[in-house]
């Protein structure tokens, strides 16, 4: 495209997105889940990648993989359609490599996503759940010891909703990190991500950063990565570091299609990584504007009865992915008089999985007492953090709280 033609399509693009992404949002007009956080320079970089033709997997993908993975301090990231798919991909690549065994036990919080729990099971793994600590809602490594057998592999650390997880009492085992809400979030000086065998995230429209959909999934370990490479894209060996060898060793099948795995297709296009090359330079600005609102909530919040709030962990930095609480009494009372005052409301992510319908029919074990769990999962939920949200945010927050509580 010549560069008239590409300045008039971006000053179209510019035109038609004014405003976007949202930097600033107006309290006054109510406090939802999240903003949208993509504007015309997403727009025009997927643009560009229809325009050239070039959409499947390729470049754009090779190279946002190489900044994000640089971002955690890994060798290797793998994008994927999700970050669901992410940690599908991760759990299952960790098998293949024979990292972990069919009947291994994997420790999982009771409270996070139902897609961190339920791959563990579909990939012939044991999830073993564990109950989450009261002050940070992350796996409790008290809970952990108690529940852990001489089957148990590994822990599977999900960092809630932006608060990094407590990895180190888990180094005996295989340290995995689900940092599907939490990117740009640290613990002990090092970013989530960072610490485990493998990490995933999400870029999930509502996330710190967006592709629309997407996620990845990121390793120093060459083996697990080139694994990783060939389940993601049908099992085949197109993407290994080692295609050389695998296809000299199966001469009688066309190199084109050789399946050196039992696969899936849950690759990302190029479409995604063009989102993901330009949201990555928003993110550290954004994250720091979550930690911000996350501080001062917990402020303005901390001394109304009957409310828990869960500031930043000592050690950590706080991703501020989303904000939550805690109710003494009538959680949906006092969701419904937030719901009012045009403050969204959610469960916290699956509150205690064990209770929810699928898990009659997940293979797992639930050895210890999930005390804090429960709580959660009667008294808990989140409202909304974003980038765009500020003290205002926070003051009509403290304000309908203040008001249900004295009501
Ligand atoms: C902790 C956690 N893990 C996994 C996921 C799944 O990510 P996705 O929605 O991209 O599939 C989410 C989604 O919010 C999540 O919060």
Redesign the pocket.
Known sequence: MSPERRAALAALIEAEMAGLPVEAHDAATGHPLCVVGFGAEEVLAATLAMISTEVTMGARVRAFEAVWAARCGKRHGVLVN??????LLLLAGLVEAGHLAPGDEVLVPAV??S??LFPVAQVGLVPVLVDVDPATLCLDPKSAAAARSPRTRAAFA????GQAAEMAPYEDLLVLE?????HGATIGGRPVGSVGLGA?F???F??HITTI???IVVTDDDVLADTLRSLRAHGWVRERSDRAALEAASPEIDPRFLFVSPGYNLRPTELTAAFGLVQDRRLDAWVARRRANHADWCARLAGIPGLTVFPEAPGTTHAG?AFPLLVAGDRGGCMAALEARGIATRPI?GSNLARQPAFARVPARTPVPLTVADAVHTNGFFVGNSHAFGPDHGARLADALHTWSSS
């Not at 689900?178 to 939490?182: E, L, R, S, T, Y």
């Open positions: 999700s970050g669901s798919s992410a940690n996070g996503w897609t961190t999900v960092h809630l909703l689900d940092a599907c809400g939490a995933t999400s870029f999930f509502s996330h959909e997407g996620g992915f992510s």
